[in-house]
C-alpha cells in the first residue's frame, strides 16, 4: 500500500507522543513492504529524504499555537491529493478537519484520536470551541476511526454512536543503561524521582513540584520536558523548583534510556492522557511508578504502580514518601509493571491491527 501519515509534527522523534507513535508505527510499516510517507514541520525535522525507509515531506506552517497544525495540515493537502496515496493516515482531532478531502480522489482515509485535545488548558474559548466540534469530524469524516485508549472508545461510543477502533500505543524492549552520561551531568543513579513528558499544564507537573517541596528527601527531582507553546507555564515551574530541582529540556535517546534505567521512582500526575507513551516506557524499564488516577493512567498501570487522586497534592506526597521509605515495594512494583506492559503493549501488534484496519477499508469493509 501507498500510505501518508498527517498531523504528527514529524520524525524521528524528539519530542510528543503522536511523533513516537507514528515512527514506531511507520518504520514497521516500512518493514512489512510499505510505501510509507511522513508528512513533517521544517522546526521539528531536518533530515531531507528518506528516513529508515520512509520518505520525508517537508510542508511548512505559521508556528503558532493556533495556526501551527491547521497550516500545515491545509498546506499539505494539495500535495496528497497530487499524489494517489491508498491510505491518509490522520492523527489528532484537530487535523480531521481535513479527512474528507482525499477521498474526493478515491483515497481512504482513517483518523487516530490521542486525546480530547479541546480539554488541554492551553487552548482559549474559540478553539476549544472548534476542537470540540473536531469530535465530529473525527468520527463522520474518515473511513475509520482508531482511539488509543478504552476510555476513549467508550467515550466516542457514549456520545456518538458509532463504533470506532481501539489500538492503543506501544513499547519496545528497553535498552537498560548504565549510568555514564546523566552522571556526568551531576546525576546520581538510584538517586531522583523522574517526570518526562512536555511541560504543559495537564501534565500536572506543579502538582509534583508542590509535593516534591513537602518531602524530607535527599532524592533530586529530574525533570526532562520543555514547552509546547506554554512559555508562561515553564517559567512558573522553574519559579517553583529549588536547588534539588533539575530541569532538562526535552531529553531521548540514549540519555532518556539512562534516565528511565536509573530512577528511583517514576511520576505521571498529569490531569488529562490519551494513552501515556511516557508511562509504557517507564514501567518497560521496571520503574516503581506513581501516576494520577485518571481513566487512561488507570488502564495501563493496572495493580502494577501506585496512584493518587488527580489534582490532590497532599495525596500525592503521601503516596510519593511512602513508596521513598519502601525500597523493597518499589522494586516488586517495577517487577510487575515491566512484564505487564511487554505483554500487553507491542509496537508490532500495533502495526499488524493497523495494517488489518487499512487492508479492510480498501476492500470496502
Request: aromatic fraction near 10%; charged fraction near 25%.
Amino acid at each position: 500500500m501507498k500510505i501518508a501519515m498527517l498531523g504528527q509534527k514529524g520524525i524521528p522523534a524528539t519530542y510528543g507522543g503522536i511523533e513516537r507513535h507514528v515512527e514506531e508505527l511507520c518504520m514497521r510499516l516500512v518493514d512489512r513492504g510499505h510505501d510509507v510517507t511522513v508528512y513533517c514541520r521544517p522546526y521539528y525535522t531536518k533530515i531531507k529524504g528518506d528516513y529508515r525507509g520512509i520518505r520525508i515531506v517537508t510542508i511548512p506552517s505559521v508556528r503558532t499555537k493556533h495556526l501551527d497544525t491547521a497550516t500545515h495540515c491545509a498546506l499539505a493537502i494539495p500535495h496528497i491529493l497530487a499524489n494517489n496515496y491508498d491510505i491518509v493516515h490522520f492523527h489528532a482531532l484537530g487535523p480531521s478537519l481535513f479527512a474528507n478531502l482525499p477521498q474526493l480522489r478515491g483515497m481512504r482515509t482513517v483518523v487516530t484520536v490521542h486525546g480530547l485535545d479541546w480539554q488541554r488548558e492551553k487552548w482559549g474559548s474559540f478553539a476549544t470551541w472548534v476542537l470540540r466540534r473536531c469530535e465530529h469530524t473525527s468520527i463522520f469524516y474518515p473511513d475509520r476511526t482508531i482511539v488509543v485508549s478504552k476510555a476513549l472508545r467508550d467515550y466516542f461510543e457514549d456520545q456518538y454512536g458509532k463504533i470506532v477502533t481501539y489500538i492503543p500505543n506501544g513499547t519496545v524492549l528497553p535498552h537498560m543503561r548504565q549510568a555514564e552520561q546523566i552522571k556526568a551531568m551531576g546525576i546520581e543513579p538510584g538517586k531522583y524521582i523522574l517526570f518526562v513528558g512536555r511541560l504543559v499544564p495537564e501534565k500536572g507537573c506543579h502538582y509534583l513540584l508542590d509535593a516534591y517541596r513537602q518531602l524530607d528527601t535527599d532524592m533530586e527531582l529530574v525533570i526532562a520536558g520543555g514547552t509546547s507553546f506554554s512559555s508562561e507555564y515553564v517559567d512558573k515551574l522553574h519559579a517553583m523548583g529549588g536547588d534539588r530541582v533539575r530541569f532538562l529540556g526535552y531529553i531521548y535517546g540514549d540519555v532518556l534510556d539512562e534516565l528511565y534505567s536509573n530512577a528511583n521512582v517514576f511520576v505521571l500526575p498529569s490531569d488529562l492522557e490519551g494513552l501515556p507513551i511516557a508511562l509504557l516506557e517507564a514501567m518497560s524499564f521496571g520503574n516503581c511508578c506513581l501516576t494520577s488516577n485518571i481513566p487512561e493512567n488507570l488502564e495501563v498501570i493496572g495493580d502494577c504502580g501506585e496512584t493518587f487522586r488527580k489534582g490532590d497534592v497532599k495525596d500525592l506526597a503521601g503516596k510519593l514518601a511512602v513508596l521513598l521509605e519502601n525500597p523493597e515495594r518499589c522494586k516488586a512494583m517495577g517487577t510487575r509493571a515491566h512484564r505487564h506492559v511487554l505483554e500487553t503493549y507491542d509496537w508490532d501488534g500495533v502495526t499488524l491491527h493497523t495494517e488489518a484496519i487499512y487492508y479492510s477499508m480498501l476492500r470496502g469493509f
